[in-house]
């Protein structure tokens, strides 16, 4: 009864396991559709200078010819290339050098800034509105105090209105993704002004990766110390020109893409601040945030310092920034979902691994040989529970034969036996339900971190982020035709489920014809349902499968009993017999 009992539960565990991955998003949306959240409103707002830049760009133009229309600042460091607009100083031409388009060996570096009027424009600007006073806007044409922007040497932007004030941008960035940004106004005239700094972001066109239940793109932020992941580039849509508002005090706003982020937050995290979700025509999303108007008195200066990150999702980093920039959450722009501590001590170990080894597959393997050692206890005491309900079957079932017409008193009877005997029959459940969030959680680190990305194994595995590229069904690529998507299994999860069926029958078969029935179709649906998904996943389900046959093949043994072990002398016995 105890391997019935483990199988019971790896049959639904598995099952569970398939419809938290590929059926919740299903239920969720036409049974638990999602509340709005109430923290944010969505008022009508004014036309004005925060609105979204969406100038006529139904002709997109190509990004070269784009940048060559406007005089530009280089910006060089070791992370980031590109350059600074001095007509309207916006930060609209970065490419990440760390992090490359796709697996090919010329293949360019990632473009996350592109200016307006180019295939999916994203840019961050920063501006003034205020009263009394003449404002650069999109056209003003700036001047730098330097020739370039580089980690080592910050710049300073001027801009004149000739009626006695002076703006000025002071721009920094760091070695890796975080810009630094103050905004300050000299105002040299006789007569007082108000003015209000704001910075935003602005992006044409939705992310290609689609928001999902297991990963959020598109808008995204932290209002009043917690983390939003509820709203979709959709509702901005929906509110047709109307914001989406939050007053919080410190946090951060902007749009996270699956491995790709831009966010904007005050320097200091104390400071409340008037964050904003907005949409424009074709497809135009802005983030913003303002701080309250502020009265600059003749002969005194008035300045407001920003945060802009613009780069890449590296987990260490955005932790690094969290730490000591104390931007709450920062870490939680990747979408680490329900099991996110454990993901991340995974993570920490699968880089540590990683950085020893030098292949992210071997990281991986190793990552199983741990798990396994880790859970190896739990498997013991499984096998030796199992093993003490089959000692018990004998009493187990002459208690069901004295009670059969009294199923209360039966179950009475039962646990007085299990108690007596010192036997849990749900010992054998533990290890599987162990094995749940483990699934999900290595699931979810090798679907939101980008370190995997682009990251090799062996042969024709060349990105363990993504699923196996070789299927049987075009003759491993010899056939010139791509399968269609529902035939696109890998060579991988074909293993895997190989690897699945050796456990299957390794495992006594105790099972009812029903039972048995599922058992069959079980590797099959595991080759499908794991045929999408990353290859890492599948390399560590492979080998995960291995070590546990191997450990249950040593774990059976042990814990027979003597009647098992007698009757497997006699087949031994025979079998020898057999072959002389």
Known sequence: MGDQHQQRNLIIVTILSAVVLFGWSFITKYWLPTTPPPTHQAKPQPKSELAPDVAADTVLRPVNQV???????????????????????????????????????????????????????????????????????ADSLWKADSDKLTSEHPVNFYWDNHQGQIFRLTLSVDHDYMFNATESVINHSNNPIIIRPYVLTNRQGVFKTPSSWTLHTGPIGVFNGSVNYHIAFSDLDKANGNGLQNNTQGGWIGFSDKYWLSALAPHNQNMAIDTNFRSGANQHYQADFTVAPVVVPAGKTASLSVDVFAGAKEVRILDRYRDHLRLP??????????????????????????????????????????????????????????????????????????????????????????????????????????????????????????????????????????PDPLTPFNLFGLLPFTPPHFLMIGVLPIILGITMWLQFRASPQQLDPTQQQIMSFLPLVSVIFMAPLAAGLQVYYIFNNLVSLAQMTWLQHRHATPEERQDRAEKKRLSKKKAK
Not at 383 to 389: E, G, V
Request: charge should be positive.
């Open 67 to 137: 940048l060559a229309e406007t005089p530009r600042l280089p910006i060089s460091t070791a992370s980031l290339e590109g350059s600074i607009n001095l007509k309207g100083l916006r930060l609209d031409d970065l490419t990440l050098i760390r992090h490359r388009e796709t697996l090919a060996r010329n293949s360019p570096a990632v473009r996350l800034f592109s200016p307006a009027g180019t295939q999916d424009a994203w840019f961050t600007g920063f501006g003034w509105s205020g009263e009394n006073v003449t404002l650069p806007g």
């Open 329 to 466: 959450h920062f870490d939680k722009a990747i979408d680490w979902g329900w099991f996110a501590i454990i993901e991340k001590v995974f993570f920490y170990y699968l880089d540590w691994l990683f950085l020893h080894v030098g292949n992210y597959g071997l990281a991986i393997i190793l990552m199983v040989f741990t798990i396994r050692a880790l859970i190896f206890p739990i498997a013991n005491k499984q096998y030796a529970s199992m093993a003490s309900m089959r000692r018990l079957q004998p009493k187990m079932q002459a208690v069901r034969e004295r009670y059969k017409n009294d199923d209360a008193k039966m179950r009475q009877e039962l646990v007085t036996l299990y108690q007596k005997e010192k036997v849990n029959p749900f010992a054998g459940c533990l290890p599987m339900f162990i094995q749940f969030p483990i699934f999900i959680a290595l699931y979810k680190t090798l679907l939101v971190t980008i370190e995997s990305r682009h990251q090799p194994f062996i042969g024709w595995i060349k990105d363990l982020s993504a």
